[in-house]
């Protein structure tokens, strides 16, 4: 086991000795991906890491590109920690991490359990260890189990498209949840969506939703544009209309 004097950054994961190699790639690659989700959530601004891994040693270790800012450095590792020790109790929804990062340290997770070999794991934020077991994979199984779909809508503004395996997916960011929601379109409703990008939009659907009633996804039936706060009134518009009445 490493001792905060060994720990070469502020992000670096602990893996067991004697791993095998399929295990090291995965592990690495996880945690790699789950830095990658938390630091695109957490900062406006991309940032670049580099890896330090000593001879020997069994220390993962990232370190951030000198540019980057202080101030975006500690709301990532912030995130991190926070986020890990949520999970670590077994509280999802509290946890606040995307669909993608929660695969990523699910993944870790369940690196601890494995009955080929499993492997002990810990996380260090700033020299703090965070112990990495099977309950956190456990965690997000029973979380990801209790969804359950509905017709409804989600009103918010388009941020991204991308081409996915012949569908088009889109994603909304609607102001009353954490999280962006992904949108599966049909062929039909393409050009609809293009038209649509980064404007206020209601989405109209089958939507799947985790348990505590947040949205994950929606198969979409109808995109309805909403006009701009631009477009809209103002106080002093309503003001004079409630004067001219």
């Given at each position: 086991?490493?001792t905060p004097?060994?720990i070469?950054?502020d992000l670096?994961l ?14 690495s690659?996880?945690f790699?991906?789950?830095i ?9 601004d ?5 890896v ?5 040693s069994?220390?993962?270790?990232l ?7 202080t101030s ?6 912030e995130?991190?920690?926070?986020s ?6 077994g509280?999802?929804d509290?946890?606040?991490l995307n669909?993608?990062?929660?695969n ?5 997770s369940?690196l601890t ?6 492997v002990?794991m ?5 020299k703090?260890?965070l112990s990495?077991g099977p309950?956190?994979?456990e965690a ?11 017709v ?9 498209i991308q ?6 997916k889109?994603?909304i960011?609607?102001?009353l ?5 992904e949108c599966?379109?049909?062929?039909n409703m393409?050009e609809e969506?293009?038209?649509?990008f980064?404007?206020?939009?209601v989405?109209?659907?089958l ?7 947040s949205?994950?996804s ?5 995109i ?6 631009d ?5 002093e518009d309503?003001r004079g209309i409630l004067a001219a009445g």
């Open positions: 086991m490493a004097d060994q070469p950054t670096t602990e893996i067991g000795v004697d791993l095998t190699p399929e295990a090291f790639i995965a592990a690659r996880h790699f991906g789950l990658k989700e938390i630091a695109a959530e957490s900062s406006a991309p940032i670049g890491w580099r330090r891994v000593k001879e020997g069994n220390l993962i270790a370190e951030p590109d000198e540019a980057v800012a975006q450095l500690n709301a990532v590792y995130k991190f920690s926070v890990t020790k949520f999970l670590m109790d509280d999802v509290s946890a606040e669909d993608a990062a929660l990523h340290i699910r993944q870790l369940q359990a494995s009955k080929k070999q499993a002990t810990k996380f260090w934020v700033r703090q260890p990495i309950r956190i994979a997000i199984r029973e979380d990801w189990r209790s969804d359950y779909k509905d409804g809508s989600v009103e918010g503004r388009l941020q991204a081409d996915s395996g012949g569908s088009l889109i994603k960011k609607d102001p949840y954490v999280k962006p929601i599966s379109l049909p062929e393409i969506a293009l038209a649509t980064r404007k206020r939009v989405i109209t659907g939507i799947q939703y985790r348990k505590n009633g949205p994950v929606i198969e979409v039936n109808n309805e544009v909403l006009p701009d706060d477009d809209l009134p103002t106080a309503v």
